[in-house]
Nanobody, 121 residues
Framework: QVHLVESGGGLVQAGDSLRLSCAVSGGTFRNYALAWFRQAPGKERDFVAA????????YYANSVKGRFTISRDNAKNTGNLQMNSLISEDTALYYCNARRMAPGVPRLSYWGQGTQVTVSS
């Protein structure tokens, strides 16, 4: 069973930075694409950023492009989301997602429990 644990959330002021981490255990980390989603109170869970499992190509929501950077450390089985120039609209519960992408195996998806990011203006 794959287990994801997010960390790094907190309360910051507008303009500050935070770095979220997602520790993945229980699977072959290199076979998983990683993504970050966020959910604000009363809203749906939205895509934030993703990094490909084989090419490390990155993808971003327009709202965070140029401010957020997703990365992965295959040696540490960890994904990261560097968030700069935070704004109040970034306030949400941030979730890490790992999706198994290796060929020939079921494409299972796993979620962490979330880490809260609150940006005060």
């Amino acid at each position: 069973q794959v287990h994801l644990v997010e960390s790094g959330g907190g309360l910051v002021q507008a303009g500050d930075s935070l770095r979220l981490s997602c520790a993945v255990s229980g699977g072959t980390f290199r076979n998983y694409a990683l993504a970050w989603f966020r959910q604000a109170p009363g809203k749906e869970r939205d895509f934030v950023a993703a990094i490909d499992w084989s090419t490390d190509r990155t993808y971003y929501a327009n709202s965070v492009k140029g401010r957020f950077t997703i990365s992965r450390d295959n040696a540490k089985n960890t994904g990261n989301l560097q968030m700069n120039s935070l704004i109040s609209e970034d306030t949400a519960l941030y979730y890490c997602n790992a999706r198994r992408m290796a060929p020939g195996v079921p494409r299972l998806s796993y979620w962490g429990q979330g880490t809260q990011v609150t940006v005060s203006s």
